[in-house]
């Protein structure tokens, strides 16, 4: 079959590679009708993600139909058409029994070496590093899905793919982000990053009840599309100052929760942003949290600090004593996907939402390494690439 | 891991090695004699060191680097070697998890480096794991301890490759998260501390070891299979390789 392998910062290429095989009694393989790339795939493009080895297959956003099941797998059937969580669910362990998805004990074969560098280890994840089991990924045209009557969920309506394939990742991961925000009517929610789990973010924090959302980027595409698509205020972090700009939209009480839909490789402004490039390219810390600062200090008294975002490492001068002094409270980690992707497809059944306008990009999957750098540079204005297996 | 080192002085010493000892010790004082007074001297106090050595059969550079060349008479490795502990928490009920465990021929299932585990008669079994640089090791172990669903402890018999001892405990993990299991083993490397420490270097920390062998336990126990990308499609020239090694496998 082809697939998208990973071969170093900035080399991604699309191979012939053996067809998967159910390796356990709970596997089944997918043929892979649509995948995509996120924004987290950016992070493995860019180097930052530790822990991966060259020909490693990306990809933790896809759908498709059920070609072959374990002999253990007893809710999917061959032909059944599913879109997966990005998270690997084993269904039995203490976190998966009680909601906490991505914190499953049981799915990372490699487990010990986040025990070293974490303490713990979620669970396992389609196409992001050893550190996180070295499952293949689905930007291929076949994908091995472990536990596949956990996580999966059937579509058997006739909604398109392009308006399924995001409950796998970004919609789930731009909902739990307002979630976790607790929003009251009349709630002003600012959101660091007009991407995909931005925009999700957005129109997640309308859904939940908030008042007023206001969108934070500097790509002109994307704020326009937080603008006029999501409904957002926008502030362009190039040409405004962002804690000067959300003091007086909220008349100085600063936004009663604030998303960082941005996490690890925050770009930014003046000094502080040489200086976090500077680290990180010494070494020194592993992140850049220009983002993370910013929703800290602009957050209100007793706000949440929301963290959809990746981050992998260390970050420097994290204003630690703002938090404290304005009893903020602060919610991050991974999605716990297979809580929301039911729910959230009836929102998309009613017509609440169609997730597929954040699509910028149709393409082949014979593409990808195109596909990746444009992404990654953000031009022709790009929000979203989709590719379909041919 | 915590290394283990004799804290009362005891003979390490093989009594062949005690009279080499003794009679170097005499042959370099003696080589002193008739030389300037600084090598006379020098030579004087490394000969008396030896012979020191050889007549109590202390050895205080074995000691600490965990050797010993006297025959052990105790197969507890008693003060000596390397200590290894884990824990874990699985949500099964106490019973299963210490029948599975009881079950020592299960145990290659979850335990990446033990390649097989015979019953023997009398309570006896016998081990064979994969040591260090892919050295078979080998070992007959008895259980000297046994209380149902609460604790298994063992020991190795005189004769093999590693002396070892251990115990596994189970007890009610606090609000209905299962049993907690918590393995303490006891162990003489063939190569002393210098060997733990080289396998050390070579990724083969105990401690983890046994860590991730208890994880694939929980794995294997919650849900029925051990999570594994072994032999997965993969990019490269390597793409042609496949080591499949599923868990029906290496049950049969």
Redesign the interface.
């Known amino acids: 079959m082809r697939a998208v392998c990973w071969y170093g910062s900035g080399d991604i290429r699309v191979e012939s590679v053996p067809d998967p095989e159910i390796l356990n009694p709970h596997d089944a393989i997918l043929r892979v009708s649509l995948t995509a790339i996120c924004g987290s795939d950016l992070h493995i493009y860019n180097g930052f993600i530790p822990g991966m080895q060259k020909g490693d297959i990306l990809g933790h956003e896809f759908m498709g139909e059920v070609v072959e099941v374990g002999r253990k797998v007893e809710k999917l059937r061959k032909g059944d058409r599913v879109v997966v969580p990005f998270t690997i669910c084993c269904g039995k362990c203490h976190f998966c029994s009680t909601q906490k998805w991505s914190l499953c004990d049981n799915t990372n074969p490699n487990a010990g070496l986040l025990n070293k560098v974490y303490g713990a280890s979620g669970a396992g994840l389609f196409g992001y590093s050893h550190l996180y089991g070295g499952y293949a990924g689905g930007q291929s045209e076949y994908v091995r899905v472990p536990f596949a009557d956990v996580g999966p969920i059937k579509v058997d309506n006739d909604l398109s793919d392009e308006q399924v394939l995001f409950l796998s990742d970004i919609f789930p991961t731009g909902y739990m982000a307002a979630e976790n925000c607790d929003i009251k009517p009349g709630d002003v929610v600012a959101v660091w990053g007009c991407g995909p789990v931005g925009q999700f973010a957005i129109r997640s924090a309308y859904m939940l009840g908030a008042e007023r959302v206001i969108a934070i980027d500097d790509v002109p595409a994307r704020l326009r599309m937080a603008k006029d698509v999501s409904k957002a205020e926008v502030v362009n972090y190039a040409s405004h100052d962002v804690l000067a700009e959300l003091n007086d939209l909220t008349a100085g009480r600063g936004p009663d929760s604030c998303i960082d839909a941005v996490g690890m490789e925050a770009h930014g402004t003046g000094l502080e942003y040489a200086y976090d490039r500077t680290k990180q390219a010494l070494s020194l810390e592993t992140d850049r949290p220009g983002v993370l600062r910013q929703a800290i200090l602009a957050c209100q008294k007793g706000g949440t600090v929301s963290i959809p975002g990746v981050y992998g490492g260390f970050i420097d001068k994290v204003p630690i004593g703002a938090a404290f002094a304005k009893g903020l409270t602060l919610k991050m980690g991974q999605t716990h996907a297979p809580r929301y992707m039911n729910d959230l497809m009836q929102r998309v059944l009613l017509n609440e939402i169609d997730p597929s306008f954040v699509i910028s990009h149709r393409t082949s999957l014979e593409d990808a390494s195109a596909a990746y750098d444009v992404f990654n540079r953000r031009t022709d204005a790009c929000t979203k690439v989709v590719m379909r297996p041919s | 891991m915590q290394v283990l080192r004799p804290t009362v002085p005891y003979q390490n010493l093989h009594s062949i090695e005690r009279w080499f000892s003794v009679i170097g010790g005499l042959a370099i004082a003696a080589s002193g004699l008739g030389k300037n007074p600084l090598s006379c001297t020098l030579r004087m106090l490394a000969g008396a060191g030896l012979v020191h050595r050889g007549l109590t059969g202390q050895c205080e550079m074995y000691r600490v680097l965990g050797l010993r060349t006297a025959p052990s008479t105790a197969t507890l490795p008693y003060e000596l070697g390397i200590r290894a502990r884990a824990a874990v928490?699985i949500?099964q009920p106490r019973s299963e998890v210490f029948a599975f465990l009881r079950q020592f021929e299960n145990l290659p299932r979850v335990m990446r480096h033990l390649k097989s585990v015979e019953p023997m008669p009398r309570g006896r079994s016998h081990w064979v794991a994969e040591g260090p640089a892919g050295f078979e090791v080998q070992w007959d172990a008895e259980i000297i301890n046994e209380i149902p669903d609460k604790l298994v402890a063992w020991k190795s018999l005189p004769g093999s490759d590693v002396d070892q001892a251990g115990s596994l405990r189970f007890c009610d993990a606090p609000g209905s998260?299962?049993t907690e299991v918590r393995v303490e083993m006891q162990y003489n490397p063939p190569a002393g501390v210098i060997g733990a420490y080289v396998a050390r270097l070579f990724g083969r920390e105990p401690e983890?070891e046994i860590?991730?062998d208890l994880?694939r336990l929980?794995?294997f126990l919650?849900?029925?299979?051990?999570?594994?990308?072994?032999?997965?499609?993969?990019?490269?020239s390597?793409?042609?390789k496949?080591m499949?090694r599923?868990?029906?496998e290496v049950i049969a």
């Open positions: 928490t949500a998260r299962g983890q860590a991730a994880q929980r794995q919650e849900t029925g299979e051990v999570a594994s990308t072994e032999s997965q499609s993969r990019g490269g390597e793409a042609g496949r499949r599923t868990v029906e």
